[in-house]
Structures are given as structure tokens and as C-alpha cells.
């Protein structure tokens, strides 16, 4: 006897099964988390990589007039110096640093005082007599964000004024030079010396003292106020200038004496580190929230300014988008990784029960010995734990080296886990342990019926106890709209367990039923095997409920996964209206050669134009005018997906209506009302029309945005030559090269976008959230196949002995190996013909219970819902396979012991 087998009591066949069972159990148990973790990270980084540099910061805003009266300075001015504004900074810094989001190096944080804007006296000849107003900031440190160009930058304030630089857009724009001087209107509570007389206004001077040029101009810093960068001409009924200087690092002083009580605003900025992002979506958004509701802290002399602080981000918004659809895509993985791992943890007790029966008689001998309960219980989980414990090991090594970064914390990244190997190592102790344990004495016939009574009413309660909780489970889940907790994540086990519950409620009276009737008839196979298969009601309830459960996962799994494909694919024709989408900016279109040109690339199987234009109805509504070619526009609307069928009929004026047919949106029907027809006045070029409706549209791909829109036949405009500004065209195999390289042969080429359905579509598929979802689908549709394949070979194992026993005795009896094989597949297929009952029902019921509680719009990005319905070819072809490898493994088995049948009678 090895050394291997006198520990464990199995070999090394038997050690090296329950090795790979725990450690798949483990590993799927482990690799789930741990890459739902890396996909929420991994979704973080992306949305922060997408974000402009300008957003990626937290700011602390005030003004001076708090400040001034948080520190005192109610009968004189309080003047903050640079040491000052890099206190207030270390501090924040140190705090906004310390949560899960990194902050960029100190250096990159930058402090700005900006004035309100100020009217410009002086006459710049640039500016071509447009008035203009001008801001001032002050900002702190500007070493490395500026880069003098021209002039210079003094560190000292003159006696009057304002020293600035400015940037070379801004220098070019208004004329200005180093030397120049540019008079704004000052602050009227100011008295500033050395401006000569008030007049039109008190008057400030500023003093162009150099010209300046970004250092990094995608920063912050320039992008945060982008007057700062170069000046803006504001254009609506008036035109006007606006611009911002920059005053010299001298002038802080000046700065606050000047604007500081007529509104001077001041913000500190704290750039994010997205390289060190380590965090989820949810941790950075509480961290964010809490900065903005809670007032900085600052400590020394400078603490009593905290009151007039106040934190704000523009990631705020972004992270509680994430936030909330990391939640969705939760609520998923949260069923499948409690189902997996209740799964998984039966799966343990099975095998529990196989290397409890393997090592039986070893058992009974060393009970016969005087072996104590205790002792057989350390034996059996002993034997176990050599096997298991290595095994789940390297299986979690596994799991962080195909899964790599930082893990999920808690309790939640390691009771799976632990749950499965502790089922593993103690299952078979305990089941050792309860195999071997001493018989009852035995009771009269009367105390055996109240006993038996007893354990009726006993199984009884069970079951109502246990339907009971999976109801009240699947009613909270239902109601709470989302999981978030262990007992609702269980849907799929609460759906299974009643289903399981009545099948093997009626599947011990409905055999007995079928082998009394297979008994009139000819031959012993169907009764021997319902018969056998009946008695065999007490081990099923194990092999069920896992089968049940693991074939449920698969299915909802693949359903979840086809109806999010669906809704994707759904939400790409409504984000594009066609395979392609050609739209001009206003006031520019395509001539009859571009569309012929577009018309023709390869590929493309429909086309059609329309021309749109907003219209005003009488009643001061405004709605989109679409005019197609109505022949053309219903080919391409059949061609497409989600949107309704139009017939070109409902488009074509009969000959002496002068009305016009449209086609209107509810909104626009609701307007202009389902009776006669409606005048709407000349505008846009076109002439005065009279239209009615003639049917209603909730949607167009010509405005796959929605909206308020009438479609009218292009007739109706035919004379105006309004141009072509939006083109759709389908097709499946459309050369989207070929479009682009036509575009750049047009005029007006610039003015022209392309959206193809495809590219929509890859964005869907290949966001972060959603492709490290997938991927976690198909490990749990592989393990849960996975588990029910095992569950069914382990049930086979279990009830090896008895049946090769049995054949052995029917082939003395005459039966020849065909019969023997088909009274084997009898007698399994009724257990898992029961299952596939329970799961047909779980799958069936799952989605239609578990719909208000999930929202797989979070996939398609959009607000439209994604129905999930059952899918029967997602559980029947699993079902297909285990029968399959049913009959082969029992063929094989039975063909195997061929001419043993005298050694198994001996035995």
C-alpha cells in the first residue's frame, strides 16, 4: 500500500479527482471576483483617460470679502502673501491626497485671485471700435505653466497700476505690445493714485510689461479659465471682446487692494494622478462627495478662513454615472457568483459523499477497531485536506496570475473560497463520521410509525420553510430593485429550490406509477429500471438541486448575454439611424453628384436623401421638417432594425388634393391635430404649404435622436433646391474606406461627418465594463457546464457499485449487454429527465422574476429597456449533451466489465 494511499485512502486516482475538484471549485470561486475588480478598475481608468485635464480636478473656491471678514480684517484689508496661498495648499493637498484618489505631484497645484471683468477705456485700434471687457488674475506659482517670450515678468509693484503680461493670442488679437497700456474702469470703492482725473470713470491702468506663451497649454491651468489662453468675441446682437492679463508676480498685494472688496474670487486647483488609479468607481465617488460637502480643514494662523471654503469637482458627475452603472452590471455578478459558489459548495458534498462510500470499508474496520466517531471524522477530513488544501492553493495562485492587480477586500473576496475548500475537507470527515455511527435499538411497529410520522411532518415543515424563504427572497429582491446582499444575489437558488422541492415531490409516485404500468407488458427492462429508479428518491435531492442550479446559471447566463447583444445592437441603429449616416453642418449639403458618388461605393444596398429643416407652425411650435423621396425612404426603413415600416403611399399626393401627406411624430400629430389639414406659412425658402396627417411615426431614422418632426415628400419642395443634409445608407458589408476617400473628393468636406452603425456598435462591445462582463459570463457558463457534467458522473460514480452488482445478476439471469445498457440508461434518465424539468421551469420563471431588480440598459448606454426573455436552446442543449455523456459513460462502464460478472458475485 503507498504512503499516498494510506494517508488519504483513495490512491492517487481518487487524490488527484477531489485535487481537481476543489481546485476548479476554487479557482472559479476566486477568478470571479477577482476580475470583476479588474474590470470596475479597469472602467475607471478609461472614463478618467477620456475626461479633459480641465475636469480631472478637485477645487477649492472663495472670495477675498470672506476671507477679509474670516480673518478680522474688518477695519483694514487683510493682505495674503505666497507663503500664505502655499500653506492653504500644502494642507489641502495633504488631505484631498490622503482618501483612494492620488493627487498629481504638489508642484502641479496652482493657485489663481481673478478679478470680475472690467471695462476697457482706452482705444485699442485692433479691436476696431468693438467694446471689449478684461479680467485680471493673479495665479500662483506660474513657473511651470508660462514661458516669457517677450518683455519681462518683475517681482516688484509700481507705485500706481497694475503690471501684466499677456499671451500671444491675446497680444496679437488687440494690438498690444511689452509697453502698452490699457485703461480699465476701476472699482468705485477704490481710490487708486496716480490715474490722473476720474473721468469718464475711475480708472485703472495696466501695464503690459511682456508677452507670454503656455508651457503646457492642455493644462489646467489655461483650460480651467480659457480667457486666459486667448481672448473671445462674443457675437448675439451685439458684439463684444473679452479677455484676461495676467498680473506679474508682484502684484499680489496690489491685486487684493484693489479688487478684493469688489469681488475678487480665489481657487486653488489640485490636479488628479490617473497613472496611479487603484480604486473603485464607488470609493472615489463617496471620497468625492464627502470633499464637497464637508469644509476644508486648515490649521494655524490661517484656520479660521476654513468657514468660507467650499470644494467642488467635475468628476462628481462622471463617477456617479459610473457608479450607477457599475451597480447594474453588479446586481448581475452577484447572481452568478453565488449561484457558481452554491454550486460549487454541493458540488463538495457530493464528492464528500463519493470518498465517504470509496473508503467504507476502511471506515468499518477501523470502527470495528474501536475507532471513535471523532477519530473516523479526522481520518476522513484528513485524507481530504492532503489533497485539497495544495490544490486550492495552487488554484488561487492560479487566479492571481491570470487575474492580476489588487484583489476585492473583505469578506467578499474570501468566503467563496473558503466556503468551498472547508465543504471539501470537512464533507468527507463528517460524512465518515455519520455513515459509521451506532444503530438505533429497534422500536415496535407502533413507535416506528410515529416515527416515521415524525419525519414526514419534519420534511413537511422543511420545505414550506424553505419555499417559504425563497419566495420572501425573490419578493425582496423584486422590490428593492437590485441586489446588494447575499440572500437576494441568491435569485437563481431561489428560484431553484421549490422547483427541486416539487419535482421530487412527484417524482417517486409518478415512477411507481410507470413501472406498475410497464408491468403488463412484455419484458423487464422498463420495470426494473423505473423500479430502481424510484428507490432512489432519497440520494437524488443533492444531485438534483446542483444539476438544477447549474444548468439554471448556464441558461441565464447565455439569456443575459443574447439580450444584452440584442439591446446593443438595438441601441446602434437608434444612435445612427443606418449602417452609415452622413449629416452636413447648417447651411451646407450634398449636390446630386455626392450623392451619387456616396450612393454608389461598395456596399452599399439602399440609399436615401433628406432635407431638414426647423419649421414654425401657426400656433408657435416649432417642429423638424424631413422631406424624402418616399419610394427610396421606405426601402431604407425596411432594411433597418427598430424602426417602423413606412409605405410610400402615406407619402404620395393624389392628383387634386392640395393638402400634403405627412408622416408625424406623436408630438407634431398632437399639434396639428388628425382632422383636415393645416396651413403652415412660407419660412426657411420654402413656400407656403397645407399639410395633413396621414399617419404617425414614434420614430425615423432620419432623426435617430428623437424629437418633434413631420416627414413630407420631397415634391412638396421640389422646386425650392433646398440641399441634401442628411444621407443614410445600409448595407452589410459597406467599404467605409471607400466613403471617406469619396468624402474627401467633395466640397465642403469639413462640413461633412460620418457615422457608421459599426463603429457605434464597437464602442458598446468594447467598453471596459461590458467586455470584462462577458468574459465573466462565459467563465461562469463554462464552470456551471462544467459542474453539472461532474455532478452527473459523480452521481454514476456513486451508484457504481450497486449497479454493476445488479447487472452482474441480471446477466446470469439471461440479459445480454444491449439490455443491460438500456436498463442503466433507464434508470438514469428519469433523474435527469426531472431535473430538466426543474431547470426548463427555473429558466422559464428566472428572468421574468429577476426583471425589475436588473437593468441591462447599463450595457447600452442608453435609456431604452432591454427585455430579457427565456431562451429554450440555451438549456436543451445542455440538457442534449448530459444525456449524451449519460449513455456513453454507462455503455462503456457496463462494456468494460465484460466477463467479470463471476468476480463481482464473489465480491
Known amino acids: 500500500m503507498s504512503a499516498l ?37 479597469l472602467g475607471v481608468q478609461q472614463m478618467m483617460n477620456g475626461l479633459p485635464q480641465v475636469e480631472k480636478t478637485i477645487v477649492v473656491a472663495t472670495n477675498y470679502v470672506s476671507v477679509n471678514s474670516a480673518l478680522q480684517g474688518v477695519s483694514q484689508q487683510v493682505s495674503l502673501t505666497p507663503a500664505n496661498l502655499d500653506d492653504v495648499t500644502a494642507q489641502l493637498h495633504r488631505d484631498f491626497g490622503a482618501g483612494p484618489l492620488p493627487l498629481a505631484p504638489q508642484t502641479a497645484d496652482w493657485t489663481a485671485m481673478t478679478s470680475g471683468p472690467r471695462g476697457v477705456i482706452s482705444s485699442l485700434p485692433a479691436l476696431q471700435g468693438i467694446p471689449a471687457q478684461v479680467e485680471v488674475t493673479y495665479p500662483y506659482p506660474v513657473t511651470d505653466h508660462i514661458r516669457l517670450v517677450a518683455g519681462s515678468m518683475p517681482d516688484t509693484s509700481p507705485a500706481s497700476g497694475i503690471q501684466v503680461v499677456v499671451t500671444a493670442q491675446t497680444a496679437s488679437a488687440w494690438g498690444l505690445r511689452p509697453g502698452s497700456r490699457v485703461a480699465v474702469i476701476a472699482p468705485l470703492q477704490t481710490t487708486i493714485s496716480g490715474n490722473g482725473p476720474p473721468s469718464p470713470s475711475f480708472k485703472l491702468n495696466l501695464d503690459v510689461t511682456g508677452i507670454v506663451e503656455p508651457t503646457d497649454p492642455d493644462s489646467s491651468f489655461w483650460k480651467a479659465d480659457p480667457l486666459l489662453a486667448a481672448p473671445n468675441l462674443y457675437v448675439s446682437q451685439s458684439k463684444l471682446w473679452e479677455g484676461a492679463f495676467i498680473a506679474d508676480p508682484g502684484e499680489i498685494a496690489t491685486m487684493q487692494e484693489i479688487f478684493g472688496l469688489a469681488g475678487l474670487s480665489i481657487r486653488w486647483e489640485f490636479p488628479v494622478a490617473t497613472a496611479g488609479l487603484r480604486a473603485q468607481a464607488p470609493a472615489l465617488y463617496s471620497e468625492m462627495k464627502q470633499f464637497t460637502l464637508q469644509t476644508p480643514q486648515l490649521t494655524g494662523l490661517l484656520a479660521p478662513m476654513s468657514n468660507a471654503l467650499s470644494t467642488s469637482s467635475a468628476l462628481l458627475g462622471p463617477l456617479a454615472t459610473l457608479v450607477a452603472v457599475s451597480n447594474g452590471v453588479n446586481v448581475l455578478l452577484w447572481m452568478v457568483y453565488v449561484g457558481l459558489a452554491v454550486a460549487g459548495v454541493v458540488m463538495m458534498l457530493l464528492a464528500a459523499r463519493m470518498v465517504a462510500a470509496r473508503r467504507s470499508a476502511e471506515m468499518a474496520v477501523r ?29 488561487w495562485t492560479l487566479a492571481v496570475l491570470l487575474v492580476p492587480g489588487p484583489g476585492p ?81 441568491a435569485a437563481p437558488l431561489l428560484v431553484a429550490v ?27 427492462i422498463g420495470f426494473l429500471g423505473l423500479t430502481r429508479a424510484a428507490q432512489a428518491t432519497a440520494t437524488l435531492a443533492l444531485p438534483a438541486i446542483t444539476l438544477v442550479l447549474t444548468l439554471t446559471m448556464a441558461a441565464f447566463t447565455i439569456m443575459v448575454r443574447d439580450a444584452v447583444v440584442r439591446g446593443e445592437i438595438a441601441a446602434s441603429w437608434q444612435e445612427t439611424g443606418a449602417d452609415v449616416a452622413l449629416t452636413y453642418s447648417p447651411g451646407f449639403g450634398a449636390g446630386p453628384a455626392a450623392v451619387r458618388a456616396f450612393a454608389a461605393v461598395p456596399g452599399v444596398q439602399h440609399a436615401a436623401t433628406a432635407v431638414e429643416l426647423p419649421l414654425d407652425l401657426t400656433g408657435g411650435q416649432r417642429v423638424t421638417a424631413i422631406a424624402v423621396d418616399p419610394a427610396s425612404y421606405a426601402a431604407l426603413v425596411a432594411s433597418t432594425e427598430g424602426y417602423s415600416p413606412v409605405s410610400p403611399a402615406l407619402l404620395t399626393q393624389v392628383p387634386g388634393q392640395a ?4 408622416l408625424a411624430s406623436p408630438a407634431a400629430a398632437a399639434i396639428l391635430g388628425r382632422q383636415g389639414s393645416v396651413p403652415i406659412a412660407a419660412q426657411q425658402g420654402l413656400p407656403a404649404l397645407r399639410v395633413r396627417v396621414s399617419g404617425e411615426l414614434q ?10 418632426f413631420l416627414v413630407l415628400p420631397l415634391s412638396a419642395i421640389g422646386g425650392v433646391g433646398a440641399p441634401v443634409n442628411v444621407m443614410l445608407l445600409t448595407g452589410p458589408s459597406i467599404d467605409v474606406s471607400r466613403l471617406h476617400a469619396v468624402q474627401a473628393t467633395m466640397p465642403g468636406a469639413d462640413d461633412l461627418t460620418i457615422t457608421t452603425r459599426s463603429q457605434v ?41 450497486d449497479r454493476e452488482l445488479t447487472m452482474a445478476k441480471l446477466a446470469t439471469m439471461g440479459l445480454d449487454e444491449r439490455q443491460r445498457v438500456r436498463l442503466s440508461v433507464l434508470e438514469a434518465f428519469p433523474a435527469i429527465a426531472a431535473s430538466a424539468v426543474a431547470a426548463v421551469a427555473c429558466a422559464i420563471a428566472l428572468p421574468r422574476l429577476v426583471a425589475p431588480a436588473i437593468n441591462l440598459s447599463a450595457f447600452t448606454q442608453s435609456q431604452a429597456s432591454v427585455p430579457l426573455r427565456p431562451d429554450f436552446a440555451s438549456f436543451l442543449l445542455p440538457l442534449a449533451g448530459l444525456l449524451v455523456v449519460t449513455v456513453i459513460a454507462l455503455a462503456y462502464e457496463i462494456r468494460s466489465r465484460r466477463g467479470r460478472v463471476a468476480a463481482t458475485l464473489r465480491a
Open 659 to 662: 393638402a400634403v401627406p405627412v
Open 761 to 801: 456598435l464597437q464602442e458598446l462591445t468594447g467598453a471596459p465594463l461590458q467586455h470584462g462582463t462577458f468574459l465573466i459570463f462565459t467563465l461562469a457558463i463554462v464552470c456551471a457546464l462544467a459542474l453539472a457534467l461532474a455532478v452527473m458522473l459523480l452521481e454514476l460514480a456513486l451508484s457504481t457499485a
Open 367 to 395: 470502527r470495528a477497531r474501536g475507532a471513535s466517531l471523532a477519530h473516523l471524522f479526522w481520518r476522513g477530513s484528513f485524507g481530504a485536506a492532503v489533497a485539497g488544501v495544495p490544490a486550492a492553493a495552487l488554484a
Open 699 to 708: 420614430s425615423t431614422p432620419a432623426l435617430p435622436g428623437g424629437g418633434t
Open 5 to 41: 494511499r494510506r494517508v488519504t485512502g483513495m490512491g492517487i486516482a481518487g487524490s488527484l479527482a477531489l485535487a481537481l475538484l476543489t481546485g476548479g471549485c476554487v479557482l472559479a470561486a476566486t477568478a470571479g471576483p477577482r476580475e470583476a475588480q479588474a474590470t470596475g478598475l
Open 498 to 524: 421549490p422547483a427541486v422541492i416539487v419535482v421530487l415531490r412527484l417524482y417517486q409516485p409518478l415512477l411507481r406509477g410507470l413501472a406498475r404500468a410497464s408491468a403488463r407488458r412484455r419484458g423487464v
Open 409 to 489: 477586500t473583505g469578506w467578499v473576496a474570501w468566503w467563496p473560497g473558503i466556503a468551498t475548500l472547508a465543504v471539501a475537507v470537512l464533507g468527507p470527515g463528517v460524512a465518515a463520521a455519520w455513515q459509521h455511527r451506532l444503530p438505533r435499538r429497534r422500536r415496535s411497529v407502533g413507535r416506528e410509525r410515529a416515527r416515521w410520522r415524525r419525519r414526514w411532518a419534519t420534511r413537511v415543515i422543511f420545505e414550506v420553510t424553505a419555499c417559504a424563504a425563497a419566495i420572501g427572497g425573490i419578493i425582496v429582491l423584486r422590490r428593492q430593485g437590485g441586489g446588494g446582499d447575499l440572500y437576494t444575489s
